[in-house]
């Protein structure tokens, strides 16, 4: 019976201590359990913020690209406006000068005609003045005549409508015009028509 008594003493004793071992063990666990999660976010922060880091890098990189495109083709933009002007102000006459090409062939034709008389000589010679004073006025726009007396056909400039075999000629010399061609400072408006020699 003593024997019983004293190991249940010891039996409870143990225990005591077992639970003051478990209860300090409680206690030293909580705090641990917390600076792991301490840890675990302090250690988790840095890859968040390198993770940002790169995003807004790359957001950056991004914008600087577009921006440099949106910059160059703003510069396209900015020289193509300027040629168009340049080209605008360069040919600025070019639509009235076409239209007045038919009036100059016909006061052309005008003074090739023959007269006799007096009165008309006079008339035809107001029609001269009157030819010179255009002629005067579209060569001040930078009308040009295209030379074919003599020249090589070039088909830029001139346009064959005819082909002849004249041994007085060399191969390709335009032999006659039969349209004056001309030329808006280095555009051509419209080409010379010529007789060419085969």
């Keep these: 019976m003593e024997n019983n008594h004293k190991d249940t003493a010891e039996f409870e004793e143990m ?3 077992l639970q003051e071992e478990a209860a300090e063990a409680e206690h030293h666990e909580v705090p641990n359990a917390q600076g792991n999660e301490d840890q675990a976010a302090e250690s988790s922060e840095p890859v968040v913020e390198d993770s ?3 995003q807004l890098e790359a957001s950056l990189a991004d914008t600087e690209n577009r921006l440099l495109r949106v910059q160059a083709d703003f ?3 900015k020289r193509r406006t300027r040629e168009d002007q340049a080209a605008q102000l360069k ?3 070019q639509s009235l000068i076409t239209q007045l090409l ?3 062939d016909n006061f052309e034709r005008a003074m090739d005609v023959k007269v006799e008389d007096a009165q008309a000589a006079s008339v035809l010679q ?3 003045m009157v030819y010179r004073q255009l002629l005067e006025a579209v060569k001040s726009e930078g009308l ?3 030379e074919t007396e003599g020249a090589t056909f070039d088909p830029n400039l001139h346009q064959a409508v005819m082909q002849v075999q004249d041994e007085e000629y ?3 010399v335009i032999v006659e015009t039969l349209q004056k061609g001309y030329k808006l400072k280095d555009r051509v408006i419209r080409p010379a028509m010529v007789k060419v020699n085969q």
């Design 170 to 172: 060399e191969s390709n």
């Design 15 to 17: 225990n005591d201590t």
């Design 102 to 104: 038919p009036a100059l």
């Design 75 to 77: 510069e396209n933009f």
């Design 91 to 93: 040919y600025k006459s």
């Design 144 to 146: 040009e005549v295209i």
């Design 52 to 54: 940002r880091i790169a």
């Design 126 to 128: 107001g029609v001269e």
